[in-house]
């Protein structure tokens, strides 16, 4: 029996009802606060008024709960004119380009420069001839996305209206995740130089045909592959599809930084070294449409504009989770501004992070997690961005914050593989260390006031402090108030004082077994008088042999912060 083609409806305009509580993920209710974001930008330019008074049907109505959408297919092209917009512009490669079948691929221009040596920073000279080297250059054109409002110097304070810090980061993670495969960059690349609408077309069509399903590519929903393990396909509601064109308009792209410890050579000393490592997106779950927008265009407006690197310093990060916490506490900070509210509930149920890579011709998930408001969370991570100095303390801090872990935990592990210098002779680490232990015993004293027995962390700190002191006085007779008017008495004092806290500890740190380390902190730390009362004594006496390992990472750091 022979088939019968289906007629697409014929209609004028549509309209698509969206409400946020029955849309199925964060980046399709990311979506649609993109295209509500859109909207608001396009009303303000005089071309999509002309359009508009000549036809396009576009209009969204927003309300806390979602929007609805009247759109006709002139109104979908001027969407997305506006999206996928882009320009032509020519960049070097030091390769000619070749297609699929290894043919050579002509460039635009052939430019011949000199090489620069890296350590000079001159131009290289041939040994032999004694002529400057020389290396060639081919010249393409590539498409580079405008990014509609967010090249705004309104919204990027660092741009021209074109080029900026932020814009260029958006620009990077739509080329190099998103739109990593050149076949896919076709939106861009084809209103470049002239109009295009097939793919407004294409969404028009699958929009009139109610219910209709189709496919779910990576290059819309971040993450998704086209078959699962069990070979089962990913698909989607075109329009809930068709919100997935907008959601990175709503999201905000953080980078997360490693920073590598090597061992210099010739400076015979440990250097670190930043690492940038993929992209950490933080796509917020959205709980009322019209709160977050304008939340969210504020906050665009308040990201700063000094440099980390290449990178706006606003945007690196210690831990790629660290994206949510930053895009929920300048929410919490807009949200306390405006109304006087402090809770982000109201505006998000959450925030999705993704960690992701571009490596060699594929992109990869680096991670995934979700992270729900919780204000004291958010006002606990405040207070560690803006007290700890030490990326590496303050990395660790974060990770034990949002695991729910004790302040203190990791930090033997990390301690034992970090090279001492920067723990015991790192300014940033040590202060980072004192931070830590006197908020954590304040906060100790403000929750039990009436407590008069000291908390181990206290007795701890004041244990080694003791120690470290009364062994300058006993063994070095050098005392702080006798010193401190006298700058060579007193840069021997810090010295020495390094010196003893460096010695215990190593011994520490050496002391992996329970035994050893218990016999060391009781011979040792124990060795000079310390004034404990006695109940404080049976409490730290206990937990040295019930919780050894949190003695002994307690003293590792009262010890750093000694030195």
């Not at 030091?94 to 000199?114: A, F, H, M, S, T």
Request: proline share 5%.
């Amino acid at each position: 029996m022979a088939k019968t083609k289906v007629k697409s409806p014929t209609l004028e305009v549509l309209s698509l009802d969206y409400k946020l509580a029955e849309l199925p993920s964060s980046q399709h209710r990311a979506g649609l606060a993109g295209l509500a974001l859109i909207y608001r930008w396009l009303k303000r330019d005089p071309n999509f008024q002309e359009k508009l008074d000549n036809g396009t049907i576009c209009q969204i109505k927003e309300s806390a709960e979602g929007a609805t959408l009247a759109i006709n297919q002139a109104g979908i092209e001027a969407l997305f004119d506006e999206i996928y917009a882009a320009t032509s512009e020519l960049t070097r490669e030091p390769k000619i380009r070749k297609n699929k079948k290894e043919e050579e691929i002509q460039p635009v221009q052939i430019l011949e420069e000199n090489v620069i040596d890296p350590k000079t920073n001159q131009p290289k000279v041939d040994r032999k001839t004694g002529e400057v080297q020389t290396k060639k250059t081919y010249c393409y054109p590539v498409a580079i996305p405008k990014g509609s409002f967010l090249a705004d110097a309104q919204y990027d304070k660092s741009s021209d209206g074109k080029n900026g810090l932020w814009i260029k980061l958006w620009r990077d993670v739509v080329w190099s995740i998103l739109r990593g495969v050149p076949a896919t960059r076709k939106p861009f690349e084809s209103r470049t130089d002239a109009e295009y609408k097939d793919d407004a077309a294409k969404i028009w069509q699958e929009l009139v045909q109610p219910e209709t399903i189709v496919d779910l590519p990576s290059t819309y929903f971040l993450g998704v592959q086209a078959y699962n393990a069990e070979t089962v396909p990913f698909k989607d509601r075109a329009r809930n599809q068709f919100l997935l064109h907008f959601w990175l308009f709503a999201s905000q792209i953080y980078v997360p930084q490693i920073i590598k410890l090597d061992r210099d050579k010739e400076l015979k000393q440990v250097v670190e070294k930043r690492e940038f490592v993929g992209y950490s997106i933080a796509i917020p779950d959205v709980a009322d449409l019209k709160r977050f927008c304008n939340r969210f265009l504020r906050l665009l407006e308040e990201r700063g504009v000094e440099k980390s690197g290449y990178r706006p310093r606003d945007a690196v990060i210690d831990l790629a989770v660290e994206s949510a916490l930053d895009l929920m506490s300048r929410l919490s900070d807009r949200l306390t501004a405006a109304t006087g509210e402090q809770s982000t509930a109201a505006t998000v149920l959450g925030v999705d992070v993704i960690h992701t890579e571009k490596q060699g011709n594929n992109v990869r998930i680096l991670a995934s997690t979700r992270i729900d408001p919780d204000e004291p969370i958010i006002n606990e991570y405040n207070r560690i961005k803006k007290s700890y100095w030490n990326p590496l303390f303050r990395r660790q801090r974060l990770i034990n914050l949002v695991d729910k872990k004790p302040w203190y935990m990791g930090f033997d592990a990390l301690l034992c593989t970090m090279p001492y210098e920067q723990s015991m002779e790192n300014d940033y680490f040590k202060h980072d260390a004192t931070e830590a232990f006197k908020h954590e015993v304040a906060q100790m004293n403000q929750t039990n006031p009436e407590n008069s027995n000291k908390e181990i962390e206290s007795l701890v700190f004041e244990l080694v402090r003791n120690y470290v002191t009364r062994k300058l006085s006993g063994k070095y007779d050098l005392e702080w108030k006798k010193v401190k008017d006298n700058p060579e008495q007193k840069k021997k004092y810090e010295d020495t004082k390094e010196k003893v806290a460096k010695n215990a500890f190593l011994a520490v740190r050496s002391r992996t077994e329970t035994r050893d380390f218990v016999n060391y902190f009781v011979s040792t730390l124990c060795s000079v008088p310390q004034y404990i009362k006695p109940e404080d004594y049976v409490t730290l006496t206990k937990a040295l042999y019930d919780d050894t390992d949190r003695i002994r990472t307690l003293t590792l750091l009262a010890l750093s912060a000694n030195s």
